[in-house]
């Protein structure tokens, strides 16, 4: 093991001086150099050091789930664009600062994704600022009653990456959605951004209190973004048991799959 390497982990640990003194004391102990041991204690160090940061990342993201793309049954549904999402998954979106709106289907898969990107991020050192829309609405108007929502902005717009899920899924009161519309102007400064929505596009604007804000707002949303569409059958409905259907004999048809409900995909 030579020197330059214990001298790169001990910078990584932020131990400045043990590295810049690191030849000098080397010099005056060259009888007992071996540096093996010490490097095998630095590393554990370093790993440990590590392992730390991802969990207080992860924590603070407030993932409702840890996901994986690993985990993902792509075959399940053929029709989404896995290029595109393992494209997404380089995160050079998130470097660029950029949108990826994931649109469709209830339960075809975009939570899963996103979240799965969301943990990418984190595991590259990234901050992610995680929440579904109604739990933006609450924290919204829970800082704005202390007067804590200058603090709540600076973690939100800290943050690398942001995923908003289920979008479109409530309305918007016009004071919250002044703000969320600020949040987003001054997103394109500091943070990308993955929402998921299984609303048609048309039908955004109608949960907003204000038109105008509201075709402000979408504008934000679509400018520059990469869009990945959602088809093709649930995924959270592909366990469920199927019902036979009642013919009007009442004798039992053929077996139907029960309606899958709007929420989060």
């Known amino acids: 093991m030579n020197a330059e390497t214990v001298r790169t982990q001990l910078k990584s640990l932020n131990l400045t001086t043990a590295a810049r003194e690191l030849d000098e004391v080397l010099a005056r102990n060259r009888s007992a150099a071996s540096l093996d041991w010490v490097s095998e204690l630095l590393e554990r160090e370093i790993d440990t050091r590590r392992e730390r940061a991802l969990q207080r990342r992860i924590a603070q993201a407030e993932f409702p789930e840890l996901k994986t793309l690993e985990a993902f049954n792509w075959a399940f549904n053929p029709k989404i664009d896995r290029t595109k999402i393992e494209e997404l998954a380089g995160l050079d979106f998130v470097r660029q600062r950029r949108i990826a709106l994931f649109l469709g289907h209830a339960g075809t898969g975009k939570t899963h994704l996103g979240l799965a990107i969301g943990l990418q991020a984190v595991r590259e050192g990234l901050k992610v600022y995680c929440a579904s829309l109604k739990k933006l609405?609450?924290?919204?108007?829970?800082?704005?009653?202390?007067?804590?929502?200058?603090?709540?902005?600076?973690?939100?717009?800290?943050a690398q990456l942001w995923i908003i899920d289920d979008w479109c899924v409530v309305s918007i009161e016009r004071e919250v959605a002044e703000e969320i519309f600020d949040l987003l102007d001054r997103r394109?400064?500091?943070?990308?951004m993955i929402l998921?929505?299984?609303?048609?596009?048309?039908?955004?604007?109608?949960?907003?209190?204000?038109?105008?804000l509201?075709?402000?707002?979408?504008d934000r949303m679509f400018e520059q973004a990469?869009?990945?569409?959602?088809?093709?059958?649930?995924?959270?409905?592909?366990?469920?048991?199927?019902?036979?259907?009642?013919?009007?004999?009442?004798?039992?048809?053929?077996?139907?799959?029960?309606?899958?409900?709007r929420g989060r995909a």
Request: charged share 30%.
């Open 137 to 158: 609405i609450q924290e919204i108007k829970m800082a704005r009653a202390k007067q804590h929502l200058d603090a709540l902005f600076r973690k939100i717009l800290s």
């Open 188 to 192: 394109k400064l500091s943070s990308a």
């Open 196 to 212: 998921t929505s299984n609303r048609d596009v048309e039908e955004w604007g109608a949960v907003f209190a204000d038109p105008i």
């Open 214 to 218: 509201a075709n402000a707002a979408i």
């Open 226 to 261: 990469e869009i990945v569409v959602f088809q093709g059958k649930s995924y959270r409905l592909k366990d469920r048991i199927v019902l036979p259907s009642l013919q009007p004999d009442g004798k039992l048809g053929q077996e139907r799959e029960p309606k899958a409900r």
